[in-house]
C-alpha cells in the first residue's frame, strides 16, 4: 500500500512538471559541458576493482526518455538508497583520499551515487544517461551526485537533498563530470550560472 502511494504521488508529480512549459525549450536545463578534465582519483581507484564499470564506450548521444514511469523509478531509487544508507566518511585518520565503493548501510556521497547508478542501471537506464557528477558546495566542500541525462533536462539524485531537481535548481557549482561516450573519461562543466550570479552581484 505505501509502495503504491510512492509511485501515485511520483506519478502526479510527474504530470504537473509536463504540464508546465516543455523543459526541453529551455538550454539552461542542459548541463554545457567542456574538454576532456582529470578523473578523480577516488573514481580512478574505483575503475582498478571494477574495470567492466570504467570501459564502457557509447555512440548514441540520444538521452532517456522521461516518461511518467522513468520519472517513478528515479524517485524510488533516490529515496530508497537514501533511506537505507546512513551517511558516514570514509576517509582515514590521516586524511587520505576516499574509497570509491558500493555501499551496504553507510557510505559517503560518492557511494550513494554509485548504488543509485547501479539500480538504475539494471532497471534499464544506459549509463552514458547515469553520470557521476564532482561539485562545489556553498560552504566550499567538494560534493558527489548523480547526474540523469533526460530529454527534458539534466536532473541530479542527491543524498543531501530530498527531492530530484534539474541541475540548474540546485546551489551547487558544477566542476565536472563522467563522459557521457566513455565511463572512464571526466569531462569539465561550464556553468555559467555562476558568472551570470556574480555579474548580478557587481552591479
Same mark, same amino acid.
Given at each position: 500500500m505505501i509502495k503504491k502511494t510512492i509511485l501515485l504521488g511520483a506519478a502526479l508529480l510527474f504530470m504537473c512538471m509536463t504540464a508546465q512549459a516543455d523543459p526541453s525549450a529551455s538550454s539552461g536545463t542542459f548541463m554545457k559541458t567542456g574538454r576532456r578534465t582529470s578523473q578523480p582519483i577516488g573514481h580512478y581507484e574505483f575503475c582498478q576493482t571494477y574495470k567492466n564499470e570504467c570501459n564502457v564506450k557509447s555512440t548514441d548521444n540520444k538521452a532517456a526518455s522521461l516518461t511518467s514511469k522513468t520519472w517513478s523509478l528515479l524517485v524510488q531509487v533516490n529515496s530508497s538508497v537514501n533511506s537505507k544508507i546512513q551517511p558516514a566518511t570514509d576517509m582515514d585518520i590521516w586524511g587520505k583520499a576516499e574509497v570509491w565503493s558500493y555501499p551496504t548501510t553507510v557510505g559517503d556521497c560518492e557511494d550513494y551515487v554509485l548504488l543509485k547508478r547501479k539500480m538504475l542501471n539494471e532497471s534499464g537506464?544506459?549509463?552514458?544517461?547515469?553520470?557521476?557528477?564532482?561539485?562545489?558546495?556553498?560552504?566550499?566542500?567538494?560534493?558527489?551526485?548523480?547526474?540523469?541525462?533526460?530529454?527534458?533536462?539534466? =536532473?541530479?539524485?542527491?543524498?543531501?537533498?530530498? $527531492?530530484?531537481?534539474?541541475?540548474?535548481?540546485?546551489? =551547487?557549482?558544477?566542476?565536472? $563530470?563522467?563522459?557521457?561516450?566513455?565511463?572512464?573519461?571526466?569531462?569539465?562543466?561550464n556553468d555559467d550560472r555562476q558568472v551570470l550570479v556574480g555579474s548580478i552581484e557587481a552591479q
Amino acid at each position: 500500500m505505501i509502495k503504491k502511494t510512492i509511485l501515485l504521488g511520483a506519478a502526479l508529480l510527474f504530470m504537473c512538471m509536463t504540464a508546465q512549459a516543455d523543459p526541453s525549450a529551455s538550454s539552461g536545463t542542459f548541463m554545457k559541458t567542456g574538454r576532456r578534465t582529470s578523473q578523480p582519483i577516488g573514481h580512478y581507484e574505483f575503475c582498478q576493482t571494477y574495470k567492466n564499470e570504467c570501459n564502457v564506450k557509447s555512440t548514441d548521444n540520444k538521452a532517456a526518455s522521461l516518461t511518467s514511469k522513468t520519472w517513478s523509478l528515479l524517485v524510488q531509487v533516490n529515496s530508497s538508497v537514501n533511506s537505507k544508507i546512513q551517511p558516514a566518511t570514509d576517509m582515514d585518520i590521516w586524511g587520505k583520499a576516499e574509497v570509491w565503493s558500493y555501499p551496504t548501510t553507510v557510505g559517503d556521497c560518492e557511494d550513494y551515487v554509485l548504488l543509485k547508478r547501479k539500480m538504475l542501471n539494471e532497471s534499464g537506464i544506459p549509463l552514458s544517461d547515469l553520470l557521476i557528477t564532482v561539485v562545489r558546495q556553498m560552504n566550499g566542500e567538494g560534493h558527489a551526485v548523480l547526474t540523469v541525462r533526460t530529454d527534458r533536462g539534466d =536532473y541530479v539524485l542527491d543524498n543531501l537533498e530530498p $527531492r530530484i531537481k534539474p541541475w540548474n535548481e540546485t546551489n =551547487y557549482d558544477y566542476l565536472k $563530470r563522467q563522459a557521457t561516450n566513455n565511463t572512464g573519461a571526466w569531462v569539465s562543466i561550464n556553468d555559467d550560472r555562476q558568472v551570470l550570479v556574480g555579474s548580478i552581484e557587481a552591479q
